[in-house]
C-alpha cells in the first residue's frame, strides 16, 4: 500500500496502492459502485457512465473504474446527484435496448434490469430507432449477435483483444451506427475468432448470446446452475451447467465470475458449447462386458470393476508385472492421472505408465 495515503470515500479513510482506480479502492471495501462496461481483467473504458461519483474539488462527476486514486482524495459514490445520474443513464440504456424485461432476458440474464431494480430508473423512455447492422447471414453454430440489444459497452470487443488476443470483433461504423462487426462482415468461422463465447460470458444485455441455448427457449434464470470440472483436458476449469431439471437437460455452461476459479471467467469452444454428448442416443450410461459369444451385456459398475482387476491381475500372475502397462488420457485431471500413475506404481509395481500428453 501507499505509506500515508488514503482516500475517503463515503466517509471511509481506505489506504491504497499506486496506479489503484477509485473502483478498485471501494471495491476492496465492499462499497458497490454499478458498472455496465466493467470487467476487472479488462482496461477500463468509461463507456457506460455509471460509475460517476462526486470527487471533492472537481467540477464534474469522475468515472470510477478509471480515474487514478490519489492521497487525500474525497470521493462521495452515493449522493442525490450521483443517484440521479444513475436512474437517468438506466433509462437511456433501456432505451437502447429491449425494455421488456421477460424478453429481454429470454436467454441470458440483463444487468441493466438488475441495476434498475437496485437503483431505479428516470422513467420509461421512448425505444431508440435501431440502426446497428447485424450478421444475419453468420453460419457459426454456436454464437448470435443481436444489435438491437447492444450498447456499446465494448466488453465483448475488448475481452476479444484482451483476453483472447485474437481481435476477431471489433466496433465498426459511427455514432447511432456502430455495431460489432469483424473484417467485411463476415461470419466468425472466417476470422481469426475461436468461439470460446467469452463475448457471450461479458455481454450485460443478451445482445451476444448462445445459439444452442437461444434455440432451446428457456431463459438461464428459470436454469440451475451446477459447478462441475470441465472434462476436455487436464487444466481443470471449472464451469457451471445449467440445468432444465424438468426435463433433466443440460442446455448451456457458463463460466464461473472472474477470479473465483483456475480459469478466471474464461472458457474454451469445448467446455462452453460441446456439452451435448450428454445427450447423445449412442452414450454409454452403464459398463458393458463382453460374454463368451462375443456380445456385450450390461453390468453394474461393482462387477465391471471386479473384471478389471481379476483380468489385470491374472495378466500380472501368468506373465510378471511388466506384462502391464498403463496409458492414461490428458482429459483427465491432474488429481486423477497421480492416481492413475499411483494404481500402476503401487498396486501393479510397474513403472509401464504414459499419458498421452506427454507424445
Known sequence: MADGQFVIIDGNELSFEEGETLLQVAARADIEIPTLCYDERLSPAGACRMCLVEVEGSRLMQPACS???TGGMVVRTQTPKVERNRRFLLSLHMADTEQDRERA???NPSRIFDLADVH????CFPKVEQKRSGRPQDVNKFIEFRPERCINCSLCTRYCEQIEAVSAITLAGRGAETTISTADAKSLTDTTCELCGGCVAVCPTGAMTEKPALAYGKPEKELEKIRTTCNFCGVGCQLDLNVDR????IVKATSPPPGTTVNDGSLCVKGRFANDFVHHEERLTSPLIRQEDGSFR????DEALDRVVSGLQGIADRHGEDALAFISSSRCTGE???LFQKLSRAAFRTHNVHQCAAT
Open 67 to 69: 480515474f487514478k486514486a
Open 105 to 107: 432476458e429470454d436467454a
Open 246 to 249: 424438468e426435463a433433466n437437460r
Open 336 to 338: 486423477e492421472n497421480y
Open 120 to 123: 431505479g430508473t428516470a422513467g
Open 298 to 301: 450390461e453390468a453394474s459398475w
